[in-house]
């Protein structure tokens, strides 16, 4: 079984931290470099349950998308939520590492789990990374539909492809409405509105897209907005890190077990309809 640090080692080798924005906080949460790792966990959220499922499994290392403390903190006092997730994984001897806005930026990373999740191909990152030579890596992909369809067919698609929440798919545009280029981006993605336009796209799937930015790029512009849940447009990245840190288990000859977490951790847990349209 590879030590701890060898672990991290290869999780660094494909999320380096030097690609995680200024303001991210990634890496190694807790966890001695020197024990040894059997089981992994990949999740999207640090959170209680989670710390609980990895507890129950036997994991010895949880790998998550999102920190748990992307401010700091001068305590880790189990009198607080993030502090009991702490105590939690060091009292079962599990270790927290972190890969966030460096698996955004990865190839392949966040955004292209998500376009492989509902069936786009890849043609290119939407706002690219200056440090890449090959111009591959970057925040968000612009892809292509294997064939046309209709913005609700499209919507329908996107659907199927992501976790079910509570939430579902909120859609903005014309249902008939021919998609054929779309850009994507996992997690929250209404500062990218630019890119897109640029890009020449006909929809764009993402999440947490607010009123006023969403109104003025429909405005803006004819394209379509397909919003899911935050949670749900980054869960596809935890199939594809376990599947790539499992062939760099495979090729270091590691006994490596991973496992995907399919604990639904967005924090919205009911919807209930409204009549519509809205009656005076």
């Known amino acids: 079984?590879?030590?701890?640090?060898?672990?991290?080692?290869?999780?660094?080798?494909?999320?380096?931290?030097?690609w995680a924005e200024s303001w991210d906080a990634v890496g190694l949460v807790c966890g001695d470099p020197?024990?040894?790792?059997?089981?992994?966990?990949?999740?999207?959220?640090?959170?209680?349950?989670v710390a609980e499922e990895a507890a129950a499994w036997g994991a010895d290392l949880v790998v998550t998308h999102h920190p748990l403390y992307l401010r700091g903190t001068t305590s880790v006092a189990a009198t607080s939520f993030k502090g009991r997730v702490v105590h939690s994984l060091i009292r079962a001897g599990i270790a927290?590492?972190?890969?966030?806005?460096?698996?955004?930026h990865a190839d392949p990373g966040v955004s292209d789990a998500l376009a492989e999740a509902i069936g786009l191909r890849v043609l290119g990152p939407l706002v690219p990374d200056p440090t890449d030579p090959?111009?591959?890596?970057?925040?968000?992909?612009?892809?292509?539909?294997?064939?046309p369809l209709p913005l609700s067919a499209f919507a329908d698609r996107v659907a199927a492809g992501l976790p079910a929440t509570a939430t579902g798919i909120r859609v903005a545009g014309d249902p008939g409405l021919t998609i054929r280029r779309v850009?994507?981006?996992?997690?929250?993605?209404?500062?990218?509105f630019a890119e897109v336009r640029a890009a020449g796209v006909d929809a764009y799937v993402t999440a947490d897209l607010r009123h006023h930015p969403a109104s003025e790029a429909a405005e803006a512009a004819p394209i379509a907005l397909v919003d899911a849940a935050h949670w749900a447009t980054e869960w596809p990245w935890l199939k594809q890190a376990a599947r790539e840190l499992g062939g760099i288990?495979?090729?270091?000859?590691?006994?490596?077990?991973?496992?995907?977490?399919?604990?639904?951790?967005?924090?919205?847990?009911?919807?209930?309809?409204?009549?519509?349209?809205?009656?005076?």
Do not use: Q
């Open 183 to 192: 850009a994507v981006s996992g997690g929250s993605g209404d500062s990218f």
């Open 249 to 280: 288990a495979e090729k270091h000859g590691w006994t490596l077990e991973t496992r995907v977490s399919t604990l639904v951790t967005d924090p919205w847990t009911a919807h209930a309809p409204m009549p519509h349209p809205a009656s005076s």
């Open 34 to 49: 020197d024990a040894e790792v059997r089981r992994v966990l990949f999740a999207v959220d640090p959170v209680p349950a």
């Open 96 to 104: 927290l590492h972190v890969a966030h806005t460096n698996a955004d």
């Open 134 to 147: 090959a111009g591959r890596r970057g925040t968000g992909r612009i892809c292509e539909l294997p064939e």
């Open 1 to 18: 079984m590879p030590k701890l640090s060898e672990v991290i080692t290869a999780l660094e080798e494909l999320y380096p931290p030097r």
